[in-house]
């Protein structure tokens, strides 16, 4: 059944994942500045942009905590 409260929780669930997305996404843009090399340097950023632009669609909560377990 849907209440009112299992939108509340939902809604909580999205947001802290939210957060958690746009953390690993600045968290991973951070660490390919450390590569030395341009080129790498590049392709990381690129391969970065391209997954979580790929994934933006996503919706179902289980999904996206997966794809959050398998980025880390």
């Given at each position: ?7 509340i929780?939902e809604n909580?669930v ?10 690993l ?13 341009y ?9 970065i ?12 909560s ?8 398998y980025?880390?």
């Open positions: 059944m849907y209440t009112a409260y299992s939108k929780s909580s999205k947001m802290s994942s939210k957060g958690k997305i746009l953390s996404y600045k968290l991973m843009l951070r660490e390919s500045q450390k590569f030395t090399s080129n790498y340097r590049e392709y990381a950023r690129r391969r942009r391209d997954g979580f632009r790929d994934n933006k669609a996503v919706s179902d289980q999904t996206i905590e997966n794809q959050i377990k980025s880390k």
